[in-house]
C-alpha cells in the first residue's frame, strides 16, 4: 500500500489535467523519479510565476512529454525540491496532504506541509 504523508492510503492528485510522475493521477514515485514528484500542489498564480522565474516552467505546454501546461487553481504532483524552494522564498503553494506521498518528508516537515494545506 502507498501511503500519503498522513499514513493513509495515498489518493488522487488530478485526473484533469492528469498528473504524476506514471501520469496516473496519483504523486506516486519510484526509483526512475529523480524530480521526486511527490507533492499534491493547488497550483496558484504566485507559486506558477515564481517557478518559472527560477527556471521550471509549468506554464508552457510540453505536448512531447504529456505536458498541458498549468493554469491557477489546476492539481499537479510537483518535484518536492521545487516546492520547498517556493516555501523558502515565502510562496506558500497549497497542498493536498492525502493525495502528497510519504516520501515527500524526507525533504520537507510534516508542519510545513500542514501550513501549506490550510490555504486550501
Known amino acids: 500500500m502507498v ?3 498522513l499514513g493513509g492510503v495515498l489518493q488522487t492528485c488530478c485526473a484533469d489535467p492528469l ?8 504523486c506516486n514515485t519510484g526509483p526512475e523519479d529523480v524530480g521526486k514528484h511527490t507533492v499534491c500542489v493547488l497550483v496558484t ?6 517557478q ?18 498549468l493554469k491557477p487553481g489546476d492539481g499537479w504532483c510537483v518535484c ?7 516555501y523558502d522564498a ?7 496532504l492525502e493525495a502528497t506521498h510519504e516520501k515527500a518528508l524526507e525533504v520537507v516537515t510534516l508542519e510545513m506541509l500542514n ?6
Open 45 to 50: 498564480e504566485e507559486f506558477l510565476r515564481h
Open 90 to 96: 515565502g510562496i506558500i503553494a497549497p497542498v493536498r
Open 3 to 5: 501511503k500519503n504523508v
Open 52 to 69: 518559472q522565474a527560477v527556471g521550471n516552467d509549468l506554464i508552457t505546454p510540453r505536448p512531447q512529454w504529456g505536458f498541458p501546461g
Open 80 to 86: 518536492i525540491e521545487r516546492w520547498k524552494q517556493s
Open 115 to 120: 501550513r501549506a494545506a490550510r490555504l486550501n
Open 19 to 26: 498528473t504524476g510522475f506514471y501520469r496516473d493521477g496519483k
